[in-house]
């Protein structure tokens, strides 16, 4: 079979007024083949496509492609097809799609890349790794912050992603640069935007907008699909993960944050490919540019919206405080900051409650029912009491106890809880408790006594709780002679 080389050769002879058999013999076959190959055209004709081919696939190829899918999740998809499945190749379906990426790059507009001033941008996004905490493979996210212009970089591992994690993540980050950049970048994230209006413009979450608005910054979305507009901080992701990760292991969360630091300190003395130096040394014309940073991860209160209910209770993330009576149906303001919950109205301050763990509990201030509970005495001491409750499990114990066995002196006694309270302190009145609840002797004058004996004296022949308080059952028999 001749060569392409040797079908050009006969094809430039054959002018030069050289014979067949001359040709053949330079070429090395027969003077038929040079005769049957003149009569051939120069260019053979290109072979057509077969039915079933990948060609007929282009546009969801192309649609695929747009959607950044894997090439290898497109085969999957190409083989799963339940009308034309897929049954070729995967080197060719591989050589195919790259040819098609090709051609739709080439008619694209080419990528401008661009480095900001001094001070100007940084970039946020999310990521995500299986980290070895404690021997095991645990799963964490982490935020991952970058300044356009020095390259300098930031992480901070979180469990969750939440807005308020996001937001004092961001600020925790920008407090150990001393300053807020002027432009955050973000790649559309649900708790910075709700999407996108009629015209293409952002939907701001409005904490957010919020936030960005108290803390002096101008926000910014990547343009869908515009993958190139946050390729440095998705880099940082992909650096996390394949420069910080490998080879590590951690005690714990907070062992995970120390060397991250660690890392992240490190990286700041080396050179940046993106220009040549270290960023740690950009960091003063950083510094010197941006604008000031009014709040803290610390002091900064998330903003919401709630509404006062009927029993003069504020609903905050799945836990309800109160606020003074009189506001029931009315719109107040909460801020969450990180330890503290505060609730105003129209700008006059209504509360301030210690932010409570997790979901379902209340806390109520007996002081805001003030007021209202002038004759209602029942009410009042259910408040009190679950102020009390609240001080700790040991106190719950002890006013378990006495709500059973002295219940007809219960005013009393919670008194007396109040009162060891304000003197002693809540940490004195939770072990007098706890003494009185292991001793089985529950009462004002034991619980009063356990509070103020540093150590506990030891009393002899003291009887216990069940000796003293007898059930009535006991004195029947007396009664009915």
């Given at each position: 079979m001749l060569t392409a080389m040797a079908r050009s050769t006969i094809k430039f002879l054959k002018p030069q007024g050289q014979f067949n058999t001359r040709i053949a013999g330079l070429v090395g076959c027969d003077r038929h083949t040079v005769a049957r190959v003149l009569a051939e055209p120069t260019d053979p004709p290109r072979r057509r496509l077969r039915p079933g081919t990948l060609e007929t696939r282009r546009e969801t190829l192309l649609s695929w492609i747009r959607e950044a899918i894997p090439t290898t999740r497109m085969l999957e998809l190409a083989r799963q097809d339940p009308a034309?499945?897929?049954?070729?190749?995967?080197?060719?379906?591989?050589?195919?799609?790259?040819?098609?990426?090709?051609?739709?790059?080439?008619?694209?507009?080419?990528?401008?890349?661009?480095?900001?001033?001094?001070?100007?941008?940084?970039?946020?996004?999310?990521?995500?790794?299986?980290?070895?905490?404690?021997?095991?493979?645990?799963?964490?996210?982490?935020?991952?912050?970058?300044?356009?212009?020095?390259r300098l970089s930031a992480v901070r591992w979180r469990t969750q992603m939440d807005l308020e994690t996001l937001l004092r993540a961001m600020l925790e980050i920008v407090e150990g640069w001393a300053g807020a950049p002027w432009a955050w970048v973000f790649d559309n994230m649900k708790t910075v935007t709700l999407g996108r209006d009629a015209d293409g413009q952002p939907r701001w979450n409005p904490a957010f907008w919020?936030?960005?608005?108290?803390?002096?910054?101008?926000?910014?979305l990547c343009d869908p699909g515009a993958a190139q507009q946050k390729g440095s901080v998705e880099n940082l992701v992909k650096w996390v993960k394949t420069n910080f990760l490998p080879g590590r292991r951690f005690a714990d969360d907070e062992d995970l944050a120390q060397q991250s630091l660690t890392w992240e300190r490190d990286k700041a003395t080396q050179t940046s490919q993106a220009h040549g130096r270290r960023p740690i040394d950009l960091l003063p014309q950083e510094r010197a540019a941006f604008g000031p940073l009014p709040?803290?991860?610390?002091?900064?209160?998330?903003?919401?919206?709630?509404?006062?209910?009927?029993?003069?209770?504020?609903?905050?993330?799945?836990?309800?405080?109160?606020?003074?009576?009189?506001h029931g149906g009315q719109a107040v303001d909460v801020r969450i900051l990180r330890d503290v919950i505060r609730i105003s109205r129209d700008g006059v301050p209504l509360a301030e409650h210690a932010r409570l763990?997790?979901?379902?509990?209340?806390?109520?201030?007996?002081?805001?029912?003030?007021?209202?509970?002038?004759?209602?005495?029942?009410?009042?001491?259910?408040?009190?009491?679950?102020?009390?409750?609240?001080?700790?499990?040991?106190?719950?114990?002890y006013?378990?106890?006495?709500?059973?066995?002295?219940?007809?002196?219960?005013?009393?006694?919670?008194?007396?809880?109040?009162?060891?309270?304000?003197?002693?302190?809540?940490?004195?009145?939770?072990?007098?408790?706890?003494a009185c609840v292991a001793r089985g002797t529950c009462g004002a004058e034991y619980l009063s006594l356990f509070a103020g004996a540093e150590p506990v004296l030891a009393l002899p022949d003291l009887p216990t709780q069940a000796a003293v308080d007898r059930d009535l059952a006991a004195y029947e028999a007396f009664v009915g002679r």
């Open positions: 034309t499945p897929y049954v070729g190749g995967t080197s060719t379906f591989y050589r195919f799609v790259a040819r098609v990426r090709a051609e739709l790059e080439a008619g694209a507009a080419p990528v401008i890349r661009f480095e900001g001033l001094p001070g100007e941008y940084v970039q946020w996004d999310w990521g995500d790794a299986r980290v070895p905490l404690g021997g095991e493979l645990i799963k964490r996210v982490f935020l991952a912050g970058r300044l356009k212009y020095s919020r936030f960005a608005t108290e803390v002096g910054f101008h926000p910014e709040t803290t991860a610390a002091t900064y209160g998330l903003y919401r919206v709630a509404t006062v209910n009927r029993e003069s209770l504020v609903r905050v993330d799945g836990n309800q405080y109160s606020v003074p009576v009189g763990s997790g979901t379902g509990q209340r806390h109520r201030d007996p002081a805001h029912y003030a007021g209202a509970l002038g004759e209602r005495p029942r009410a009042r001491l259910v408040l009190e009491r679950e102020r009390l409750c609240a001080l700790g499990p040991e106190v719950t114990a006013v378990t106890v006495i709500s059973q066995r002295r219940r007809r002196v219960l005013a009393e006694e919670l008194a007396t809880c109040t009162r060891l309270e304000a003197q002693l302190g809540a940490e004195a009145l939770r072990r007098a408790a706890a």
